[in-house]
Each structure stands twice: as C-alpha cells, then as structure tokens.
T-cell receptor, first 116, second 106 residues
Framework: DTEVTQTPKHLVMGMTNKKSLKCEQHMGHRAMYWYKQKAKKPPELMFVYSYEKLSINESVPSRFSPECPNSSLLNLHLHALQPEDSALYLC???????????????FGDGTRLSIL | GQQVMQIPQYQHVQEGEDFTTYCNSSTTLSNIQWYKQRPGGHPVFLIQLVKSGEVKKQKRLTFQFGEAKKNSSLHITATQTTDVGTYFCYNNDMRFGAGTRLTVKP
C-alpha cells in the first residue's frame, strides 16, 4: 500500500479540456513534488512545494498549473494540453531536513494521462 | 545542474547471477539515493548514502558511495525474479539517473 494517494489512476482528455490531478499524503511531509515520466525514461522533476509554497518550477509550460491548498494536498491543474504531454504523472512527498530533495521521497502510484 | 551518468542501460541475467549498476558524476555529490521501480509501478526508495566511502547492505543488495563522492554503485548478489525492475540513482540536484533496467531469466 502506498502512503501517497493519487487520483485519478487513469485520465483521458482532449486538448481543449480542463482537468486536475490530485495527490494526498498524511505523513507530515512538508515537501511535495510533481514528476513527469515518459515510457522507459526516468521521472523528470516539474514542481516542488515546500511549506505549501512553490519553491521550484522546472520551466514547465503554463498549461500545467500546480496548487498546494494545505500541507497534505497537492493538485496539478491541466488545460490545453498537447499529445506530447501524455505520460505518467507522479506525486512524491518527503521531509525537509537538509533541504529539498535531501530526504527519501515517497511516491504515489501515479496518474497515467493520455491526451487525444 | 549536476549530471549523473548511469550505466548500463539494460542488464539481462540468469537467476542466481550477480548484477551491478553504476552512477558517475562529474562533480562532488552531497548525497545519493537509490530507487527501484517495478514494471507498471512507482519508484520506491531503497537507500541514501551520505558519507565518503560509505557501504550499506540490505540483504542481497550492497550500496557503495565513492571516496570522492562522485560515484556510487548498487550490487545485487544472486539475483531473483523479484529483483526485476529499473534501478535509478538520484542526486541532491533532484535528478534521476537514466536507470538500469534489470530482467532476470528463471
């Protein structure tokens, strides 16, 4: 069982749709991450929140809009996506001792996104 | 950011054989983490190495961090079919290595 819960598990959307991916953790982690993973590639960092504030944006296109409503929740709002955005979107969380990225990360199962 | 090269890209072994994957950085790392991702699954944290020359063991898995903190390795002794998956190193620059995909023939 994963301690980081992501919904939905699968999402198919058109290029004009607006949808949101959700992530939840109750481990008291104050860092939360979004990664994008294409098939047979490593996860690529998109965003990092620390203490509910956006700390890192890896030059992600504005059609991806993250939100951290509270310390347990992380959302990724999607709008006007392109077919090349089809991928597995992974959420992760960690403690913050030593700074962002310096503690083990717990990953959710991911949302498999397909853009038609 | 720091570039970490991971090799090999693929490794196919007979069950019972050993397996090793390597990560090499051109710059000194403050720490390195290792993750395993099963087919269709998500990355799962295995270990974090922080100290120069550190060696840690988890059953059949041995993790090493180089003296210069520029390279690391994961060695699996006597592989089993449950070891199948992709093994990634992860540096403190929040970048995963390319991964080594391990397949095990029973």
């Amino acid at each position: 069982d994963t301690e980081v819960t992501q919904t939905p598990k699968h999402l198919v959307m058109g290029m004009t749709n607006k949808k949101s991916l959700k992530c939840e953790q109750h481990m008291g982690h104050r860092a939360m991450y979004w990664y994008k993973q294409k098939a047979k590639k490593p996860p690529e960092l998109m965003f990092v929140y620390s203490y509910e504030k956006l700390s890192i944006n890896e030059s992600v296109p504005s059609r991806f809009s993250p939100e951290c409503p509270n310390s347990s929740l992380l959302n990724l709002h999607l709008h006007a996506l392109q077919p090349e955005d089809s991928a597995l979107y992974l959420c992760a969380s960690s403690h913050l001792q030593g700074g962002i990225g310096n503690q083990p990360q717990h990953f959710g199962d991911g949302t498999r996104l397909s853009i038609l | 950011g720091q570039q970490v090269m991971q090799i090999p890209q693929y490794q196919h072994v007979q069950e019972g054989e050993d397996f090793t994957t390597y990560c090499n950085s051109s710059t000194t790392l403050s720490n390195i983490q290792w993750y395993k991702q099963r087919p269709g699954g998500h990355p799962v944290f295995l270990i974090q190495l922080v100290k120069s020359g550190e060696v840690k063991k988890q059953k059949r898995l041995t993790f090493q961090f180089g003296e210069a903190k520029k390279n690391s390795s994961l060695h699996i002794t006597a592989t089993q079919t449950t070891d199948v998956g992709t093994y990634f190193c992860y540096n403190n620059d929040m970048r995963f290595g390319a991964g080594t995909r391990l397949t095990v023939k029973p």
